[in-house]
């Protein structure tokens, strides 16, 4: 069931009405430079729609996400290197999930719920130690 969790809250979030460039760092120090074309969001039906979860998904770039996206397991951690603030809040969902992944900084969202708003850059990385030993699909 990708997309939103009918049994969860679903938090304040503000999409983008600009371009803006997302950087996902992968697990072998790899970068990823996608740009976010607003016109084009939803990219992936995984996560919220804007989450960079689904950005990268929709761009080629994996992103482990046991539970589709659906803020329902702690697979899709991230820490958000550059541009926090342009990010919507967390739930309290999320941030209970949060609580099950490995290597937790006040920087660290679930990909799956995190929608940057476009006001600036945003630059994320994908633990190394987040990697789901029972991945499907995506290489």
Do not use: F
Not at 99 to 124: K, M, Y
């Amino acid at each position: 069931m990708p997309g939103q969790n009918p049994y969860i809250a679903q938090g304040n979030v503000r999409l983008p009405t600009r371009k803006y460039k997302l950087t996902i760092i992968d697990e072998n120090k790899r970068e990823h430079v996608i740009e976010v074309d607003p016109a084009r969001i939803p990219y992936d039906e995984h996560g919220l729609d804007g989450s960079i979860l689904g950005t990268a998904m929709g761009c080629g770039v994996s992103l482990d996400h046991a539970c589709g996206g659906v803020c329902a397991c702690s697979t899709c951690h991230i820490i958000v290197r550059k541009g926090l603030e342009t990010c919507n809040d967390a739930t309290d969902d999320e941030l209970d999930q949060l609580e099950n992944a490995a290597g937790l900084t006040v920087q660290s969202r679930l990909s799956c719920q995190c929608v940057p708003n476009g006001e600036s850059d945003v630059v994320v990385e994908i633990p190394a130690w987040n990697r789901n030993l029972a991945r499907e699909g995506h290489g």
